[in-house]
């Protein structure tokens, strides 16, 4: 996977559905723990990212610009979704509030990956494939993701319904 110098890859996750649901302090601590892992090189092997970032509690008030106490509630419920993993230094996981306190050295990693491949945008796909049991409704017109470049085509019913069976029948022969 090639990386571009001086930035961070966020998985887009973050942006289609994260962005959404986590609260201001969680999205914060989470996207600076991306910063701290897949942002930075690894310092013996200058074509990898890191995995996993020791960072203290006092960086994470001082990059954040949060209450410690804000910044362990953030991370608690990171950690409960599954979207931040906690380890020791010997990779023993702390899953629990209890398990952390008095930890002498947390390290952080995401649980989000980058996707090294992801589908072209010139690839078809279907979302809601047809299958034997459903039933369709005769509208006017109904989308397909038959025969053209931007995925979908708007169709009627009808013709909609010959391609299902035209389907059918080469996948019983």
Avoid at 79 to 88: A, C, D, S
Avoid at 121 to 143: D, F, R
Wanted: overall charge positive.
């Amino acid at each position: 996977m090639s990386y571009y110098k001086n930035t961070t890859q966020t998985p887009n996750i973050i942006f289609t559905s994260l962005l959404k649901s986590l609260k201001d302090t969680e999205l914060r601590v989470l996207l600076f723990i991306i910063h701290r892992t897949i942002g930075q090189v690894h310092p013996t092997n200058a074509n990898k990212r890191m995995k996993r970032a020791w960072i203290s509690q006092k960086l994470f008030i001082v990059a954040c610009n949060k209450s410690g106490r804000a910044i362990s509630n953030a991370i608690d419920s990171l950690v409960t979704k599954g979207y931040i993993e906690v380890t020791t230094i010997d990779y023993t996981l702390l899953d629990t509030k209890v398990k952390r306190r008095g930890a002498s050295r947390l390290y952080f990693s995401s649980r989000l990956r980058l996707v090294a491949n992801p589908k072209k945008a010139s690839e078809l796909t279907c979302h809601n494939p047809v299958n034997k049991g459903h039933t369709i409704k005769l509208n006017n017109t109904t989308k397909s993701c038959y025969n053209t470049s931007q995925g979908v085509q708007k169709i009627s019913d009808t013709e909609r319904y010959r391609q299902i069976q035209k389907s059918l029948e080469h996948r019983n022969q």
